[in-house]
Each structure stands twice: as C-alpha cells, then as structure tokens.
C-alpha cells in the first residue's frame, strides 16, 4: 500500500490499499489518540462495539517500527467508518480532531463537482444522488452517536444489552396505553425527548445516554434479491418508566391503571 501523502498530517497517516481504498493503521490511531492501555487489549474492547474482522477492518502482520528487534506483530487496517466511530467513542479533543479530519479526507475524495458538469440533465442527476447520499450519511451519523451514548456507560454489557428480552418496541408501550406508536411517537417529538432521522427516532442528546433506549440493526432480503438492512430503536424497561412518568404528568394513565367506572 502507498501512503496518501496529499492528505496525510501530524494527526493521522492515512494509506491506500491496492484496491485504492483508504484506511488508517490500528496501532497508529492508537498512538495519536494518547491511549494508555497496550493496544492488543484496546483494540479488543473496540471490537466489542460489533466490527467485524474483513468487514471493518483486515488484520496483517508487520515488522516493529520502534527498531525493536523480534518476530512481527499483528496489525490492523481499519476503514474510515470504524476509525471515525473508535475516535466519537474517546471523548477527547485529539479524538474529535482525529475524526473531523477523516470526515474532511473523505469529502474531498467523493465529492463530485455537480456545478461543473455542462450537461444540464446529467448535472441534475449528480446533485440529485449528491443529496441522497448526505441524508444517507446524516443519518449514519445520527445513529452511531445514538448507539454509542447507548453503550458508553455499560461498553462490557453490550452483548447482553442488544439480546435482551426485555426490550420493547413503541408499539407495544403504547398498546398497554390504549394509542397507536404514531400517536405515542409524535406525543415524544412533541415532548423534546426524540426525533425523526429518515425512517428512525432516536433521542435527543440530553437523553441518548440515560439507558432509555437501545437500537438494533435487522438484516432483511429484498425483492431485487439483496440483502438489505434497517435500523430499528427499541425501549429499555427503564425507558418505559420514563415514558409512564410522562404520560402520567399529563394525566394519561396505562389502560389496567384506568377507574373502571
């Protein structure tokens, strides 16, 4: 691979595979972001967070680069969506820095100068697919700062959290009220707790992180005989509570709690 020299920085060396994609080196995110743990153990509790080795990232072996002599040690090539994920997860200025300019790297490398093209039907369709792909990529955004507040108080629970049978669609809080998940979900827009990203709802910043929801990624196959996938956000039983206590302040109650009159 050949170091991408035009946008490689104090921040982050960025290469390019033989297939011409671009990847940071696992080690060396590990070094500029000030990491004290021993990258081995790191990089593990990275993993966690669900990437999965040839998807998200490739492992290779290397020579030392700190002229230590010894057998060559494991290495990994990570894609700009887990590096940029790995770097939110930090919650550090050199990792927000480290993220803005992998975000930055990558517009430059897939904008298309929609403005430049002569053509005015084809000029059309590149900014038509130029929009589709921010809201696309908003939305990837607005999901994966969900899933990490999610995560970030219980990492080591992950697994468990995701499985977990207790998990509750809206539909079903708002059936034990007696309303529809529309009604329910406009009453939460309503109320400041969420709001609507594409076809998902995740909450609003100040309560991603209150253990109220937790969102799950379902793999479906289409009619053009692809695999697609969706996201979906799903209600903890503490987020039920939370909504109860909301509902309650506004005088609606769970239909088993109503006076039979």
């Given at each position: 691979m050949n170091e991408l020299q035009i946008f490689n920085s104090?921040?982050?060396?960025?290469?390019?595979?033989?297939?011409?994609?671009?990847?940071?080196?696992g080690r060396e995110l590990h070094d500029k972001l000030n990491i004290k743990r021993d990258y081995s153990n790191w990089f593990k509790q990275m993993c966690e967070y669900g990437f999965e080795e040839q998807k998200d990232y490739s492992p290779f072996l290397a020579n030392r680069s700190d002229g230590l002599s010894g057998k060559p040690r494991k290495e990994h090539l990570?894609?700009?969506?887990?590096?940029?994920?790995?770097?939110?997860?930090?919650?550090?200025?050199?990792?927000?820095?480290?993220?803005?300019?992998l975000i930055d790297l990558e517009k430059a490398i897939n904008h298309k100068d929609?403005?430049?093209?002569?053509?005015?039907?084809?000029?059309?369709?590149?900014?038509?697919?130029?929009?589709?792909?921010?809201?696309?990529?908003?939305?990837?955004?607005?999901?994966?700062?969900?899933?990490?507040q999610e995560l970030q108080p219980k990492a080591s629970y992950y697994d468990v959290v995701l499985n977990c049978k207790d998990l509750l669609s809206i539909s079903k809080i708002a059936k034990d009220f007696g309303k529809s998940a529309r009604w329910l979900n406009g009453f939460l827009h309503d109320a400041g707790v969420q709001y609507r990203q594409g076809d998902i709802w995740l909450l609003y910043?100040?309560?991603?992180?209150?253990?109220?929801?937790?969102?799950?990624?379902?793999?479906?196959?289409?009619?053009d005989g692809e695999a697609h996938s969706r996201v979906h956000t799903y209600w903890t039983q503490k987020g039920r509570l939370f909504i109860y206590d909301l509902l309650k302040k506004e005088g609606i109650l769970p239909v088993m709690e109503r006076t039979k009159a």
């Open positions: 104090d921040l982050i060396p960025v290469y390019t595979t033989d297939t011409g994609e671009k990847v940071v080196i990570l894609k700009f969506d887990m590096a940029k994920h790995i770097c939110m997860i930090q919650r550090t200025e050199t990792g927000k820095a480290i993220r803005q300019k929609s403005y430049m093209i002569e053509d005015p039907i084809e000029r059309a369709k590149v900014w038509i697919r130029e929009q589709e792909a921010r809201k696309q990529l908003e939305m990837k955004n607005a999901i994966q700062s969900q899933q990490i910043a100040k309560y991603q992180d209150q253990g109220y929801t937790s969102t799950k990624t379902q793999t479906f196959g289409g009619s």
